[in-house]
């Protein structure tokens, strides 16, 4: 497990995770001899887990660690471990979807804008509702991949969750908080890479604090900052947007992962359905021509 962790400390966004994760494997599988593991071990593992109120999903999470860890040894030392994970993964609840309704939106923006020491949080919100960019990506972007004339700015490999380069287009709302963002930058701290930063030119790590005072303020219940991303795709699939279109703009591997805003657009499912009416009208007119008049 050391040598895996070691191995994958800078290719792999989780790394960090990872070490938490091995602390929760660590006191039931250490001691034991890798190559005795069997089936009951991890239905044991998964008991223990869940009697302490852990869910599905970082249960899976965990013994993906362990599964990996001995691939690796497999892989890498010519080891044959049984990999008893395999199998065994547990079945997760479907993915959290919360989302702003334009009330919402407004009421947060209000809040905002109401911080004292946070004059950065409305545009934040905007931008990261506009464009539906992680914070983290919004936090480390720079102007150098900010291209105001096209409209456009890029995110590159290392900045995204799926490690692939991005280009996220901008729309009027998001291209005014830029060049607010510009402003600011040009007028305390011109030499700032960061587009959002202090009046010292140095980027901010979170907006967690903030963001939680307005959302208080604005009188909204069980929303996080990430939920700004979910709100993003909601109101996209709700105006007609195809799923494969908002996957893109997101930067989901799969169009799986964006299936979970389908049901906000069930104008699409109707359409679809009526085509069945269509049809069987047709379909009605048709064989009634080809039936024999009757008495004939």
């Not at 593992?45 to 860890?69: H, Q």
């Not at 490999?157 to 799926?162: D, L």
């Not at 709100?231 to 007609?240: K, P, Q």
């Not at 007119?285 to 009757?294: E, F, H, K, V």
Request: proline letters at 3%; hydrophobic letters at 35%; one cysteine or more.
């Amino acid at each position: 497990m050391v040598a895996y962790l070691k191995a994958t400390q800078t290719e792999k966004k989780s790394a960090f995770k990872d070490r938490t994760r091995v602390k929760n494997l660590r006191p039931y599988f250490q001691g034991r001899y890798m190559n005795e593991l069997a089936g009951r071990n991890i239905s044991e593992y998964i008991a223990m887990r869940k009697e302490i109120g852990r869910s599905n999903a970082t249960i899976n999470r965990e013994l993906a660690l362990l599964s990996a860890a001995i691939n690796y040894a497999n892989r890498e030392w010519d080891w044959e471990l049984p990999n008893v994970v395999a199998g065994r993964k547990l079945k997760e609840a479907e993915g959290r979807v919360r989302w702003l309704t334009i009330n919402e939106y407004q009421s947060l923006l209000e809040a905002a804008s109401q911080e004292p020491h946070a004059s950065h949080l409305a545009g934040f919100i905007k931008l990261a509702t506009h464009t539906g960019c992680r914070s983290g990506e919004l936090l480390g972007l720079e102007w150098s991949r900010i291209d105001l004339e096209s409209g456009i700015f890029f995110l590159e490999g290392h900045q995204t969750k799926s490690g692939k380069r991005r280009s996220i287009p901008l729309n009027s709302t998001a291209t005014r908080v830029l060049e607010e963002r510009d402003a600011y930058r040009l007028e305390y701290c011109p030499d700032s890479p960061w587009v959002f930063c202090r009046k010292d030119g140095s980027r901010f790590v979170s907006f967690r604090k903030s963001f939680n005072t307005a959302r208080i303020r604005a009188g909204l219940n069980d929303f996080r900052i990430h939920d700004l991303r979910h709100t993003c795709a909601a109101w996209l699939v709700s105006n007609g947007v195809p799923l494969t279109e908002v996957r893109d703009l997101l930067g989901h591997s799969t169009v799986k992962m964006t299936e979970r805003y389908a049901h906000l657009a069930p104008e699409n499912v109707r359409a679809a359905v009526n085509r069945l009416d269509d049809w069987s009208r047709l379909s009605h007119i048709t064989n009634n021509a080809a039936l024999p008049i009757s008495g004939h």
